[in-house]
C-alpha cells in the first residue's frame, strides 16, 4: 500500500465571486498584416477535427508584488498593448472561423474583429479564493463568455478572448479563451510565450517567428484511410457508464501525486526491466482501472476506450517547419473490455495505452486527415470512453510571466462540463519536484471509491 503522503486530496471552497465588468474593448493588430478584408487561411483537418472545435479556456493568477504602486505597470494596458503588438506575427488569431460549402473551417478577415480584452473588478481579495494550486469550478466567472453563448461555439467569435480581473489586494487573474482550432497545446505555449515576453519587456518578441503552414497536412488526392480510427466511431453506450456519469451533477475531484508515488506504479507496471513504458502509460492505465472500478461499469464484457493525444511532430518523415503553430497531434486509442480493467492487472492495462502511444505514427497521422477528409465527424463522441489529457510538459508557468513574475496558479479551473476528460497538470511550484495533479470529475459516491483505488496501489494489481 502506498504511504498515505505519496497521494493528497486537494480541497477547494464552494464560493461565489462577484464581479464587475467595467470595459470590453477589441484588440486589432498594432501593424500591418499580410491579409486583407476578404481573405481566407486554409486549415487542416487536424485543426477541423471536431475535437479541436473549442475553446480552451485558462485563468492565470498574479499576486500584487508591487511596494510602490505609483510606479506600477498598468496591467490592463500592458496586457492589451503586447497582444496588439504580438498580433501582427499572429495575425490569423485576428481574424475569424468560419464554414465552407462541405462544413470545412477557413479562417477569413472582415472589418471590424480582432481579438478581445475585457476589465472586470472583483472585491475580494486572492486569498479568499481558497488554494490557488489546483483547478475550482467556481472561478468560471474570471473567464469571459458572450451572454447566451452557445455551449461549443467557435464560428464569428474573437479567437482570442481575454479578461482581466482586479482583486481588492492588488493581485489579479487573466482569464484566457483561445481557439483549439488555431493552435495545439505546444503552439498554445509558443503564442503564451511571445504574449508575456511582449508584455515583460515591451517591445515585440517573436522567436521562434510563427509559421502558419496548413498546407502541409492537406489530405492526399485520393484520400488513403489505413487504419480503422475507432477513436472517432459513434458507439451507442449499451454499458452504465454514461447513465453513471449523469444520474447526479459531478464533482470535481483533485489528487496531487508525488514523483515517488508515479515511479511506484511505473514499476509495478512494468512487466521487465527496460521496457519502454513511460510513467504517462502506467498513470494513465491506474486511472481507467480505477475509474471503471469507481463507476461499477456494467456488463462485464462491453468494451471501453481510453483515448488520449499524442504529440505528432517527431513522427512526421519531413519535418516542421521552425515555429509551427497549428495542430499537430493524432488521438490514440486503447481498446478493454470491462472486465478485464477490473479483473486483470496494471501491467496489461498499461500496455494497452503503451501499444496505443507506440502506434502513433507519421502513416498514422496522415490516415487520420484522409479519415476526416472523408468522413467528417461532427459530433463529440463520448460513449464508453475516458480522455485523459496531459499538460505535465506544458511550460504554462514558464510562459505565462507578463512582468509580474510566474503565476501563482496556471490552467483549466472546470472539467464538470466534460466528465469523461481527465486531465494531468503539472504542479505550479518552481522548485519542481515533479508532484502531477490528477483532475477527473465523478458522482459523489463514486468519487470515494475512485480515492481508495487510485491511492492504494500494491503488488496484487501485477499479479
Known sequence: MAPPLLVREVHFPELSIPITITRMIPVLPAGQIPASLGDTLYLSNLDDIIGARVFTPTVYFYRSNVSNPETARPVLKTIYDALADVLVPYYPLSGRLRETENGKLEVFFGPNQGALVVEAHSKMRLEELGDLTVPNPAWEPLIYQFLNEEPYKILDMPLVIAQVTHFSCGGFSLGLRLCHCICDGLGAMQFLGAWAATAKLGRLVASPRPCWDREFFRARDPPIVKYPHIEFMRIDDGSSLTRSLWQEKPVQKCYKITREFQASIKALAQQEPGSCTTT?????????????????VRPLDYELRLTFSVNARQKLREPLK????????????????????????????????????????????????????????????????????????FSIYESADFGWGRPVYAGPIDITPTPQVCVLLPEGDAKASGTMIVCICLPKEASDRFREFFCEINSTDVM
Do not use: M
Request: hydrophobic share 40%.
Open 322 to 393: 521552425e515555429g509551427f503553430y497549428g495542430n499537430a497531434v493524432c488521438v490514440a486509442c486503447a481498446v478493454s473490455k470491462v472486465s478485464e480493467l477490473v479483473k486483470g492487472n496494471l501491467s496489461e492495462t498499461t500496455s494497452l495505452v503503451r501499444q496505443a502511444r507506440l502506434g502513433i505514427s507519421g502513416e498514422y497521422l496522415r490516415s487520420t486527415i484522409d479519415y476526416v477528409e472523408v468522413n467528417r465527424p461532427t459530433r463529440l463522441e463520448f460513449g464508453g470512453k475516458l480522455t485523459i489529457t496531459q499538460w505535465t510538459r
Open 280 to 296: 504517462f502509460d502506467a498513470v494513465a492505465a491506474h486511472i481507467w482501472r480505477s475509474w471503471v472500478k469507481a463507476l461499477d
